[in-house]
Each structure stands twice: as structure tokens, then as C-alpha cells.
């Protein structure tokens, strides 16, 4: 199982991006997915999620109204849009998934696959 994340790079206060990920080796539409990221010297924390078939998505606090997960299960692709984006959201970012539920969970460890991340660099 492979996931490859695409999409992040530098970007001012304020600016866009839409992240991707690619998953292979399985089927994408039976699992859900999220992304996480991670800021150097931290934990990492949850960003958003999706149940398999995109009707059911979950945000933090902290993105919600400026970030959107969506995904085309035929390109067995997930995105996360960002916009309004502020230097706090510089972090690594990652995508992961869990075989699907009608449960979304915010907690890492139940993901079973994750990607290497992409990096997203906000500047004020």
C-alpha cells in the first residue's frame, strides 16, 4: 500500500493551496481518510477526515470554514484544499487512511497507512 502526497510548498499569509494524495495497492473507496500534520517540536495533530464515500467529513476547530477534504474515489485521490492560510499552518502534512467506517476518528492511532507528507510553509 502506497500513499504519495503532492501539492505543498511555499505560500504567503492569506494565500491557497490544494493538497493530493494518491492511494495505491487497495481499494481506495473502502477507506477513509484524513489529514494530519506536524509542526517541528510538536506532536502533530488532525486536520480533517472523510468517511469512504466522501459524505461525511470532520474538521479542527483550527481549520474549520478554511480548509475542505474531498475525494474522487475513481482517481482513488483525497485533497485538502486550504485556503485563508496563516503562518500557523506551516507543518508537514500527511495523509492516512483506516478501513472504512461510518466512525470518523481523530485519534492517529487508528490509522493503519500513512504517507511521507508534504510540506506547507506559510509566511507572515
Known amino acids: 500500500v502506497r500513499l504519495v502526497e503532492s501539492g505543498g510548498g511555499l505560500v504567503q499569509s492569506g494565500g491557497s493551496l490544494n493538497l493530493s494524495c494518491v492511494m495505491s495497492?487497495?481499494?481506495?473507496?473502502?477507506?477513509?481518510m484524513a489529514w494530519f500534520r506536524q509542526a517541528p517540536g510538536t506532536e502533530g495533530e488532525f486536520v480533517a477526515a472523510?468517511?469512504?464515500?466522501?459524505?461525511?467529513?470532520t474538521y479542527a476547530d483550527s481549520v474549520k470554514g478554511r480548509f475542505t477534504i474531498s475525494r474522487d474515489n475513481a482517481k482513488s485521490t483525497v485533497y485538502l484544499q486550504m485556503n485563508s492560510l496563516k503562518p500557523d499552518d506551516t507543518a508537514k502534512y500527511f495523509c492516512?487512511?483506516?478501513?472504512?467506517?461510518?466512525?470518523?476518528?481523530?485519534?492517529?492511532?487508528?490509522?493503519?497507512?500513512w504517507g511521507q507528507g508534504t510540506q506547507v510553509t506559510v509566511s507572515s
Open positions: 495497492g487497495v481499494t481506495f473507496s473502502l477507506y477513509n
Open positions: 472523510s468517511t469512504w464515500s466522501g459524505a461525511n467529513t
Open positions: 492516512a487512511s483506516y478501513l472504512r467506517s461510518a466512525h470518523i476518528y481523530r485519534d492517529r492511532k487508528y490509522y493503519v497507512y
